[in-house]
């Protein structure tokens, strides 16, 4: 009797193992959060596109258009930087340069001490970002290179790469990712203009 009740007792534990290996097995894989965790967002491009959204991108790489409620983002030019052929702003120079800073009203366009400087196209077109590479875009933002090379000029404020820099590897190429998929709009960016010498 002692004998059955523990060969009953062994049985049991055994079934109940087995039983709960076929659930396991049954059970879908989940993949690693490496692989999946995209800021919790479902892709690398959404997540991007909330880090672009709240790290104020659009602030200076989106034009502006003027309403009654002052400006307000362009949406059929998101992320496309200045506009070619606006002209400059209208203001002394020399005078701003040494004072403080000027901007267009669309916030494209920036006048400081470093000269004057035009926020870039980001778009997936190729007169924006549409032929870089992942690790250019990560180089720019880390080391304030512009297109991401390393003998090119410093990036121009008013870009804050030096906060943007402290972004993780993940994050910065979710943005990357988000870049790519955006409308691509052809838009060449004028080159920075340096600061007007004294003597002028």
Known sequence: MKHRSIYFSFLCIITALLL????NNNQPKVASATTTNYGGYESAELWGEHLVTVSAC?????????????????????????????????????EVEQKGLGVTQDLTAWVG???ISYTANLTSDPTGIGNWTEGQFIYAIRNGKSKGLENSRPLLPP???????????????????????????SNIVPAPKPPVTADK
């Open 20 to 23: 709960s290996q076929c659930q």
């Open 58 to 94: 659009h602030d200076c790489h989106s034009p502006k258009k003027m309403t009654a409620n002052g400006p307000e983002i362009d949406s059929n030019l998101l992320l496309s930087g200045h506009p070619s052929g606006m002209p400059d702003l209208d203001v002394n120079r020399k």
């Open 113 to 115: 001490s470093w000269g």
């Open 159 to 185: 870009m804050p790469w030096q906060m943007y820099r402290n972004f993780s590897d993940e994050e910065l190429k979710a943005i990357f990712a988000y870049l790519k998929s955006t409308k691509p709009i």
